[in-house]
Nanobody, 112 residues
């Protein structure tokens, strides 16, 4: 059974940083591209970032480019999203996704 478990969210002030993690199990992690998607309150899902199976290629939405960094550790079956210079618009539930499977999400909230 594929499982994706996100963690690392929380309440942070604008300009702050967080690192999200997604631990995967139930499949050969190193064979799959990984994706981070977020959903803000009252909005549809928004693609945030992707990384290919060996970590050699990364992609970012314009809204996060230069502030977020995606990475992965194929020995630990984990994908990360390092988020810096956070803005109120970054408030959302962040999900990792691959091959039709979603995690439960982790909440990121920017305090006013």
């Amino acid at each position: 059974e594929v499982q994706l478990v996100e963690s690392g969210g929380g309440l942070v002030q604008p300009g702050g940083s967080l690192r999200l993690s997604c631990v995967a199990s139930g499949f050969t992690f190193g064979d799959y591209d990984m994706i981070w998607v977020r959903q803000a309150p009252g909005k549809g899902p928004e693609w945030v970032s992707s990384i290919n199976s060996n970590g050699g290629r990364t992609y970012y939405a314009d809204s996060v480019k230069g502030r977020f960094t995606i990475s992965r550790d194929n020995f630990r079956n984990t994908v990360y999203l390092e988020m810096k210079s956070l803005k109120p618009d970054d408030t959302a539930v962040y999900y990792c996704y691959t091959g039709g499977s979603w995690g439960q999400g982790t909440q990121v909230t920017l305090s006013s």
